[in-house]
């Protein structure tokens, strides 16, 4: 899904075009300077910016137009078109912007910016662009007097750089007991698991970026212990963290199996465990995954990239079917059975004996190496000794701030109240976490932000498939296919009660960002919901 070509198409737009023919709301993507940039007529002002996304590369001009900011089709990151700032993740990188003339109706790209120039302190909310260096404050004129961050992966990261593009020049700490954060995790069981992706593609950013933002990050240190009486936390190396306002972002463990044997099972959470097992597939022939989760399937896929046999082991009928029904379960199984993986459903692995795997039914499955995916559990043993309020998850009001006061919660811990469906979500996205992450940063500097977004995701198999998906929904009514499946061009909706609730596409990237441009339009006439969660100090 990655696109790094640096070939320049369509109209050299610093030559110009003629602006009658350009209607509003058009996007023209062309190129000025030897870069691609993408036109943009929002009536009455004429906007350029860079043309692809700065998180996987993708097409601008496919996306859709939303006020004066522009969606990326792929995975739904949300630029402004008036300074190229990544208002809402996955991007974090800002696009280049570019000055723009009208005359006798030719419209150019007259120049480049200069970042200098449009990364002052003005700001405005989810609209600015990311400081080059940080004018740090030991003791802040505004917002809490320092932040700390337990977890630096895609929503505590998040968090960090939002309270920058937001001017807080205050003390921030990224405290993760991961030596490598923070990084991409989602590429783990894709790209750089199939070894399509070099290892310096995963960092988030590069180590100077963090020094030039004075974001502390404490990689390899575990925080032992959250006093919220004293605003402290403890760490292992003897360490402390006073902090204004707290972030708990302590994402999940992967749930391990307790069965004879196995310990020989690999799970994949972290980049040290995505580097031991291809380390293991280096030499192995047959692999057993596990679970047929989204992560273990993609597991299957890029072991089966790099040339193993695979067999995947669990005990629901259809792939995914909890997820996306039985129709688009069987269409992921399908792609993996033409790639050679065997299925072994209805089945569950009872031990590991040698270069096997022992099912339930006493058969025996080849198996130099082992990976499971059968879930994950949030991490709360540090909420739960704080005092922190639980609800199946770190329990959260609509602002994402848990029962005390100056303490939030965001990413795989946070249970939330969905502004959309009205019930109490736990959602295990990586988008979901680094918007939460965002949501949590303006909140900290007292602004207040209902976290409403439609929750996303994505699912890569092999280059045949990748799937997305908007919205949440955990039973539904009535499933609506629009398009062909076998052919891999369709749009599925679950519906409930009559309504699209959550929508699955397949090479219908466009059709699923207006999906979800839709649903939150459903939220505008929706009045919020009262808080749920009451918040001790506040």
Not at 92 to 115: F, H, M, W
Not at 147 to 160: D, F, K, L, T, Y
Not at 421 to 431: M, N
Not at 494 to 515: E, H
Request: one cysteine or more; glycine letters at 8%; proline letters at 6%.
């Amino acid at each position: 899904m990655s696109d790094h070509s640096d070939e320049l198409t369509g109209p050299d737009l610093a030559e110009g075009i003629q602006a009658s023919t350009i209607g509003p709301g058009q996007l023209v993507a062309g190129h000025a300077f030897g870069e691609p940039v993408l036109l943009v007529h929002v009536e009455p002002n004429w906007f350029a910016v860079g043309a692809k996304c700065t998180h996987y590369s993708a097409p601008l001009d496919q996306g859709v137009l939303v006020s004066d900011t522009i969606r990326c089709p792929w995975h739904h990151a949300c630029f402004n078109l008036r300074n190229g700032a990544a208002s809402r993740a996955p991007a974090l990188n800002d696009l280049p912007s570019y000055d723009v003339a009208v005359e006798n109706d030719i419209v150019r790209v007259t120049g480049k910016r200069d970042p200098g120039q449009l990364k002052g302190e003005a700001h405005r909310t989810q609209a600015s662009r990311a400081p080059e260096k940080v004018l740090f404050e030991r003791i802040p004129v505004t917002g809490p007097k320092s932040v700390v961050i337990v977890g630096a992966g895609a929503a505590g990261n998040a968090c960090a750089e939002m309270l920058r593009r937001e001017a807080y020049r205050g003390p921030i700490t990224l405290i993760d007991p991961d030596p490598d954060a923070p990084y991409d995790r989602p590429n783990l069981s894709k790209d750089y698991l199939a070894g399509n992706a070099p290892e310096e593609w995963l960092p988030l950013h590069p180590k100077d970026f963090y020094e030039a933002q004075h974001i502390e990050i404490l990689a390899g240190v575990e925080v032992l212990r959250i006093d919220t009486g004293s605003k402290t936390v403890h760490l292992n190396d003897g360490g402390t963290r006073e902090y204004g306002c707290l972030l708990i972002a302590t994402g999940a463990t992967p749930i391990r199996l307790d069965i004879p044997g196995g310990e020989r099972i690999q799970y994949l959470r972290s980049l040290r465990d995505c580097r031991a097992i291809i380390q293991k597939a280096d030499g192995a022939k047959n692999a057993v995954v596990i679970g047929a989760s989204f992560i273990g399937l993609e597991v299957a896929a890029s072991l089966v990239t790099r040339g193993l046999h695979v067999t995947v082991v669990a005990p629901e009928k259809t792939p995914l079917e909890r997820a996306l029904g039985p129709e688009l379960g069987n269409l992921v199984k399908s792609v993996h059975e033409q790639k050679g993986v065997d299925f072994r459903l209805g089945h569950t692995v009872k031990s590991i004996e040698g270069n096997a795997a022992i099912l339930d039914d006493g058969s025996r499955v080849d198996a130099d190496m082992i990976v499971a995916g059968v879930g994950v559990r949030p991490n709360l043993s540090l909420a739960q000794a704080a005092g922190l309020s639980l609800d199946n998850g770190l329990a959260v009001n609509e602002f994402l701030e848990t029962s005390v006061s100056g303490v939030f919660a965001a990413g795989d811990v946070a249970r939330w109240p969905d502004a959309y469906s009205d019930a109490r979500l736990r959602v295990e996205h990586w988008v979901v976490a680094e918007r939460q992450g965002q949501v949590v940063a303006r909140n900290m500097l007292g602004h207040r932000e209902r976290f409403d977004d439609i929750p996303y995701f994505w699912s890569a198999h092999y280059d045949e498939l990748s799937i997305a998906y908007t919205g949440h929904v955990d039973k539904w009514d009535e499933v609506r296919i629009d398009g062909d499946l076998a052919q891999m061009d369709c749009a599925v909706s679950y519906m409930v009660s009559g309504k699209r609730r959550a929508m699955a596409t397949i090479n219908r990237d466009r059709q699923n960002l207006q999906v979800e441009v839709e649903l939150e339009t459903e939220l505008l006439f929706k009045p919020p919901p009262l808080a749920t969660l009451e918040v001790q100090g506040a």
